[in-house]
Structure formats: structure tokens, C-alpha cells
């Protein structure tokens, strides 16, 4: 799994928050599945080049969340409820072809990720996903 993410300590982003958002859409995505083992914390923080407690701290916000599980003995899983949350937000054909040919539009204008996300985060902003209106 760490091979599929990716730190960039010069995005403005907090590298904690990188790790969440990115762990975050794996599950959504269903590359990591209910009950799938995630690396320990500081195994995931060497892979990667950052502190411990970075990696702790992106851990914990995913548990707040409801998609991750940490127990004693038993390391870090992707929780049951997360599976669910990912078939129902999967369970929209038209929403998910919509993602897609989102993602691909993006890639052939030249944006990168962050562009794309702000932009999608500022439609949700609006009730609705409707663009503002001008004065």
C-alpha cells in the first residue's frame, strides 16, 4: 500500500493530511478492503519520509472518521463500515462515469490534482453543486 502513496513535502498541504485524503481514496475506491491490514505506523512513516507522528496523526483522523480500526496486537484494518460507505457511494453508476470522465478531462487540460479537487471542492461548497450567482 505505501507504493501507492505519495508525500510531497513542498505541497502546501500538511503531509498528515495527504496521507488521510490519500488512504481515504483508496478505501472509497475499494483498493483496500474491509478487514485489509494497513502498515504500522512507523514502517509507513520510513517508507515515505516522514515523522511517526505524521502518519499517527492521519490514522487517527481516519478512526475518527469510521474507516479505520486500531487495536493492540491486532495493528490498524480498514473497518467494516468503510466497506459500506464505499458501496454506497459506488452504488451510483452515473455519479462514478461522471468521475471518470472528470478525471480524464482534467488530465487532457493539463491540471493537476490539486486544481481539480479545489475545483470540485468549491462546487460542493454551493447547495446543490450550482455555481454561484453574480450580483
Not at 508525500?7 to 488521510?20: C, F, N, S
Not at 485524503?21 to 491490514?37: E, N, T
Not at 493537476?112 to 462546487?123: A, F, H, I, K, S
Request: glycine fraction near 8%.
Amino acid at each position: 500500500m505505501s507504493t501507492q502513496i505519495r508525500v510531497d513535502l513542498a505541497a502546501p498541504t500538511p503531509p498528515y493530511e495527504q496521507i488521510r485524503s490519500q488512504v481515504a481514496s483508496l478505501i472509497a475506491v475499494g483498493m483496500l478492503a474491509a478487514g485489509q491490514r494497513l502498515p504500522p505506523v512507523r514502517s509507513l512513516a520510513a517508507d515515505l519520509g516522514v515523522a511517526a507522528g505524521t502518519v499517527a496523526r492521519a490514522y487517527k483522523e481516519l478512526e475518527a472518521a469510521g474507516l479505520l480500526i486500531s487495536r493492540r496486537r491486532h495493528g490498524t484494518t480498514v473497518a467494516e463500515t468503510a466497506a459500506a460507505m464505499r458501496k454506497t457511494a459506488a452504488g451510483s453508476a452515473e455519479v462514478s462515469a461522471a468521475v471518470v470522465h472528470l478525471v480524464h478531462a482534467a488530465r487532457t487540460a493539463g491540471l493537476d490534482d490539486e486544481t481539480v479537487l479545489n475545483l470540485v471542492r468549491g462546487q460542493l461548497q454551493h447547495p446543490h453543486g450550482t455555481p454561484p450567482t453574480a450580483p
